[in-house]
């Protein structure tokens, strides 16, 4: 059983940053990916970033690109998720994912971390 724990949610202007946590104190494995999901009120959950733990590769979605960057501490076992130039549609609560490589969905999830940018 893997647990997630995210955090580094708030309030921040447009324009402003945040850089979200993501604590992975069960990692046993390097075979997995980590990604970043968000919910905005009254919408389905979407995709915004993902990492391999192991080689480091990245993907984003068309929105987060150029605006946010996926990270990760081996030492730690912590996954960031920095954002920059937030805009008041990034507005949503982010979660956190763990889709161990041999599996072909996202089996572990944290409790979510709300970041609300205003005008």
């Known amino acids: 059983q893997v647990q997630l724990a995210e955090s580094g949610g708030g309030l921040v202007q447009a324009g402003g940053s945040l850089r979200l946590s993501c604590s992975v104190p069960g990692r046993t494995s390097s075979d997995y990916r980590m990604g970043w999901f968000r919910q905005a009120p009254g919408k389905d959950r979407e995709f915004v970033a993902v990492?391999?733990?192991?080689?480091?590769?990245?993907l984003y979605t068309d929105s987060a690109k150029g605006r946010f960057t996926i990270s990760r501490d081996d030492a730690q076992n912590i996954v960031y998720l920095q954002m920059n130039s937030l805009k008041p549609e990034d507005t949503a609560v982010y979660y956190c994912?763990?889709?161990?490589?041999?599996?072909?969905?996202?089996?572990?999830w944290g409790q979510g971390t709300q970041v609300t940018g205003s005008s």
């Open positions: 994912a763990v889709k161990p490589g041999s599996s072909a969905k996202y089996e572990y």
């Open positions: 990492m391999r733990w192991d080689t480091g590769t990245t």
